[in-house]
């Protein structure tokens, strides 16, 4: 793929950090990492029992809101957390732990943003108006680095807290989602848009949660901040802040970070995803990871299968290997999928754990594999 570079120096300077992720990498083993289903549920809601006990279910995606976290600036409420975390201890289950730090901020950081003089995106969201600072902008990132640090004196040596989200480019959820339609890029350069400030955010925030979580393992999710030949863009090219942003975490953190797409469907591109964001995923195995689009089971709108009517096994089976097919070590599964299509979590379960190589292969049990499905992505 195009480096996209601006200059010599910053050419120089991202060969260095290439070179450095290659020399200074550490002794962990592909079996350090964790692997299998991770269960996902809604945010702020508890895990099903029933999830806990699937002995096929090998960690959980605790999802909270950061106002549900730190209601007021430095007053924590660890009620939920903590009993999810400890509920999944006690089950013998891994923690993935995402914070919601845009849709779930609370309105005193905003209004901390505002009273600073700090600058606002403004763009329709599925038809609702919606504010955000900056990515870059200093308060915002100052009150999410100090939540961050708060996390972790609570939680770093905590055994079971296994994987820690950062993120840096969400203009939504916790994925990576960059506004970047023509009118959004032309309103993101007016209120001073850099590469380089994002990478600057960037970095500010994995150092960040690498910092408060030294025992953990750090995942990023990873887009593309489009790109179109002629007109004005964001970045060099459309994948230039997520690939960047990885090698500098990796040449500061070795070992420690994990790539994450959370599209998995059955209309991802096929492995090695050429000439899209999911080649870097490609590029920076084996620590990388996936999560699904959406669900399947009882969903009428097909959205795994591009709206496409399936049924809801198929589907999903067909997204697992999707997944499975980038060397993905392990895959957050919807909650509702997880309690109603047990066989392809199974299926699931023993692909991601079980398998040496990255290589889609039916199941050993024909129930989990839907009639009449290949299972060649």
Known sequence: MNNGVRNPALATFFALLFAAVFVARPARLRADVPHGVFSL?????????????????????????????????GVFDWTFVDSEVARAAAAGKKV??????QAGKPDWVTQAVTDAGGVFFTFDD??????????WDPTYLAKKKAMIAALGVHFANNPTVKIVTASFANATSEDWNVPHTHDMVVEWLSLGYTSEKMLDAGKQIIDATMTAFPNAYIALAISANGHVNGQVNLDPDADYVSRNAILAARASWPGRLIVQKNSVSTFNPLSPGTDTNFEVLWDNRPNVAGQMLSWCFNDSTYRMNGGVPGDPATVLHKAINAGYSYGMEYEEIYQTDVMNLPAEIAYAHTLLVSSPTPTPAPSATPPSVPTGFSVVP
């Open 41 to 73: 549920s809604t945010s702020d809601r508890a895990a099903n029992q029933p999830v806990l006990d699937n002995p096929d279910v090998d960690g959980i995606s605790i999802r909270a809101g950061w106002a549900t976290l730190e209601p007021a600036e």
């Open 96 to 101: 993935l732990l995402r914070i919601g730090t």
């Open 126 to 135: 599925d038809g609702v108006t919606t504010s955000i600072p900056v990515f």
